[in-house]
C-alpha cells in the first residue's frame, strides 16, 4: 500500500511564495513519475505538474510556467512543489499523485495513487 502525505499549504498574500511537500511510503516511489493537482471550489480537478522518475523530465499547466516548479528526492520519497508569485486564481486544494508509468503525464487517470490534499489559499 502507498500512502501520500502533503504538507506546506496555508494562507498567503498574492505574489507570495509557499512549498509544497508529498512524503510517500512505500519501496517503488523511485520507479514512478509523480504529479500535483489542485482542485477549486466548484471545479473539477486539474493538472498542475509532473516530473518523470528521475526528474529528468517537467511539465507544468501552462498558467504556472515560470511560477511553479516540480521537483523530487528519490533518497527522501518526497515531491516538491515550489510556487512563487502566487495570484488569488491559484487558490485550491493542491493534491499530489503517484504515476502508473515512469514517465510523467497531464492526464488523471495515469495517477494510481493520491494524498489527501492540503489547501492553498491566495489572498489579493
Known amino acids: 500500500q502507498v500512502q501520500l502525505v502533503e504538507s506546506g499549504g496555508g494562507l498567503v498574500q498574492a505574489g507570495g511564495s509557499l512549498r509544497l511537500s508529498c512524503a510517500a511510503s512505500?519501496?517503488?516511489?523511485?520507479?514512478?513519475?509523480m504529479g500535483w493537482f489542485r482542485q477549486a471550489p466548484g471545479k473539477e480537478r486539474e493538472f498542475v505538474a509532473a516530473?518523470?522518475?528521475?526528474?529528468?523530465?517537467?511539465y507544468y499547466l501552462d498558467s504556472v510556467k515560470g511560477r511553479f516548479t516540480i521537483s523530487r528526492d528519490n533518497a527522501k520519497n518526497t515531491v516538491y512543489l515550489q510556487m512563487n508569485s502566487l495570484k488569488p486564481e491559484d487558490t485550491a486544494v493542491y493534491y499530489c499523485?503517484?504515476?502508473?508509468?515512469?514517465?510523467?503525464?497531464?492526464?488523471?487517470?495515469?495517477?494510481?495513487?493520491w494524498g489527501q490534499g492540503t489547501q492553498v489559499t491566495v489572498s489579493s
Open positions: 499523485a503517484r504515476g502508473k508509468y515512469t514517465s510523467g503525464s497531464r492526464y488523471i487517470n495515469d495517477y494510481d495513487y
Open positions: 516530473i518523470s522518475w528521475i526528474g529528468s523530465s517537467t
Open positions: 512505500g519501496r517503488t516511489f523511485s520507479s514512478h513519475a
